[in-house]
């Protein structure tokens, strides 16, 4: 067997339909499995999974578990794909019906590489997006991999797993303990990219868009209340980052720096949505009294940094000094500005 689609569903019965036909509607005519990983939905979820699972026995495998997040659904895919390759797929997304098609033939023209690449577009309200990953389409050897390791530290290109078909030999290989990280409701591709874009020796790029990425106000990454900051904390991608980083034959005190630049970009980003999605001047303030820090590395020195944001670092003084009337201005202006650009972007049209 080629593949194995690996799906982690949760709490998706509005859109889980959309994801599992457009699985089934390949054009590919090779074997393939779709493993349905129930990971304790309280909603139809888990009846729509075995609803697939009696009409499609021959293509739909159904695991059903407690409830332990993303990582560890996945994992449970991982454990019992069969296919030589393996496809995430979240389940609020579809994919192109020639999503496998296109994957084979870059397998085949590209002697089995141990991944494969492809582009995204984000979908919502019925309306598609461009491509959202311009790459070359190329083959990349093991010398040449720098070029994904500078994306993973400084950028998102590259980090979903979405857009990877992965050899299954690799991902069942990956010693890293991912239990210890099941509480957490980011970095999740991030955390699992770095280990496999170190192993894998040959990488295979197609500038194409296959998959579709729907804007979901409602999914875990989009969840911003109060209780849910700590989930939201990815200091351990950094630490894994450290672990890697010196067999990536690369100046590993220059990534570490690029690094803590990248941390404090994504901590006051994390910060910004939280305050963002704030329903009042009670929760606001304790969004700003949240220990910010701890979500940066413990060695961290905001006067070490080189080729930091000015506006990014200015916001993280804020933050630290709890300058609540300054962050307040702050947003108010961002907002003045975002509304500004909205109506000059009518009147021009």
Not at 44 to 51: Q, R, T, V
Not at 81 to 93: L, N, R, T
Not at 240 to 257: G, H, N, Q
Not at 304 to 323: D, F, P, R, S, V
Request: glycine letters at 4%; proline letters at 2%.
């Amino acid at each position: 067997m080629k593949f194995s689609i690996l799906v982690p569903v949760y709490n998706v019965e509005k859109y889980l339909e959309q994801c599992v036909e457009s699985l089934l509607s390949q054009t590919y005519t090779g074997d393939y499995e779709i493993i349905l990983v129930n990971d304790g939905s309280t909603d139809n979820s888990a009846k729509i999974c075995d609803g697939y699972l009696s009409k499609h026995p021959e293509k739909v495998r159904v695991i059903h578990k407690e409830n332990q997040g993303l990582l560890s659904a996945r994992d449970v895919g991982i454990a019992e794909a069969q296919g030589e390759y393996c496809i995430f797929v979240d389940s609020d997304d579809f994919v192109d019906e020639n999503l496998l098609q296109v994957v084979f033939e870059e397998i085949e023209k590209n002697d089995s590489p141990d991944m494969v690449i492809y582009s995204f577009r984000y979908y919502e309200n019925g309306t598609f997006s461009k491509a959202k990953t311009a790459m070359p389409d190329k083959l990349f050897s093991a010398n040449e991999k720098s070029f994904f390791y500078n994306y993973l530290i400084d950028g998102n290109i590259f980090t979903a797993i979405w857009t990877k078909a992965v050899k299954a030999s690799i991902l069942k290989n990956d010693p890293t303990d991912y239990t210890v990280f099941y509480g957490k409701n980011m970095g999740e591709d991030w955390l699992r990219s770095i280990y496999i874009f170190t192993v894998a020796e040959r990488i295979a790029c197609k500038n194409i868009a296959l998959y579709n990425y729907r804007n979901n106000l409602q999914s875990i990454s989009r969840n911003h209340s109060i209780e849910k900051i700590e989930t939201q904390n990815i200091l351990h991608v950094y630490n894994t980052f450290l672990k890697y980083i010196s067999a990536w034959d690369m100046d590993a005190e220059e990534c570490k720096e690029r690094l803590k630049n990248r941390w404090l970009n994504e901590t006051v980003y994390t910060f910004s949505k939280f305050y963002e999605n704030a329903e009042n001047n009670a929760e606001r303030k304790q969004i700003i009294d949240y220990d910010w820090s701890s979500f940066l590395p413990t060695d961290f020195s905001l006067d070490e940094l080189k080729n930091t944001k000015t506006a990014q670092c200015e916001l993280y003084k804020m933050i630290m000094g709890k300058q609540y009337s300054a962050i307040r201005l702050h947003f108010l202006k961002n907002l003045i500005y975002k509304n500004y650009k909205k109506i000059t972007s009518k009147v021009k049209k």
